[in-house]
């Protein structure tokens, strides 16, 4: 099956440092890739659309200049939270696209903002 | 509007016993597909099933079966004769034919399978 790999699994920052997580399709080149955020206990929140060579679609209500997305290749994703704060800790997951509607996610990225 | 509930927050079982996760799904569409996915404690989503709209048919994989009714909009998950390692958090998810590519998660069961 078609893995997605993320990097780094986990992290820890201090507040006001900015922290870049990639997204990679391995075996398959995905033209769009998803990033989710997931609170403890609760479920996921799509933020934004990733779009090869385009700039990201942002859900409403995320800041477009504080989580950051770069989708320069068709295998990679990045997500850079700037200037981070613990109210960003959260789990990151991202997915990629192999066809419409079916979608495989990374084993998602912890951030605890200190 | 696209919206998926999963009414029950944890379940608690007996290792053996069956159990059943509940799903509800609300959108307009009439082409959608409907998921459900395992988020063990390590957090790595895993894929169980995919459903579309058109197919009704109940599906049974090992211990895992689905049960997906249109008629009350409902896609229900049941583990026969459940077993520790199903321990996690299971969400249901639907995307609608607006744009695929968007998933809408349930809020997610966690089921704790008891020795």
């Known amino acids: 099956g078609a893995v997605v790999s993320q990097h780094p699994s986990r992290v820890i920052c201090k507040s006001g440092t900015s922290v870049k997580i990639e997204c990679r399709s391995l075996d398959f080149q995905a033209t769009t890739m998803f990033w989710y955020r997931q609170f403890p206990k609760q479920s996921l929140m799509l933020m934004a659309t990733?779009?090869?060579?385009?700039?990201?679609?942002?859900e409403q209500g995320v800041e477009k200049d504080k989580f950051l997305i770069n989708h320069a290749s068709l295998t990679l994703s990045t997500l850079t939270v700037t200037s981070a704060h613990p109210e960003d800790s959260s789990f990151y997951i991202c997915s990629a696209a192999l066809r419409d509607n079916e979608q495989f996610f990374g084993p998602g990225t912890r951030l605890t903002v200190l | 509007a696209q919206k998926v509930t999963q009414a029950q927050t944890e379940i608690s079982v007996v290792e053996k016993e069956d159990v059943t996760l509940d799903c509800v799904y609300e959108t307009r569409d009439t082409t959608y597909y409907l998921f459900w996915y395992k988020q063990p404690p390590s957090g790595e989503l895993v894929f169980l099933i995919r459903r579309n709209s058109f197919d009704e048919q109940n599906e049974i994989s090992g211990r895992y079966s689905w049960n997906f009714q249109k008629s009350t909009s409902s896609f229900n998950f049941t583990i026969t004769a459940s077993q520790v390692v199903d321990s996690a958090v299971y969400f249901c998810?639907?995307?609608?034919?607006?744009?695929?590519?968007?998933?809408?998660f349930g809020s997610g069961t966690k089921l704790n399978v008891k020795p």
């Open positions: 998810a639907l995307s609608a034919e607006y744009n695929f590519n968007k998933f809408y």
């Open positions: 990733s779009n090869e060579g385009s700039k990201a679609t942002y």
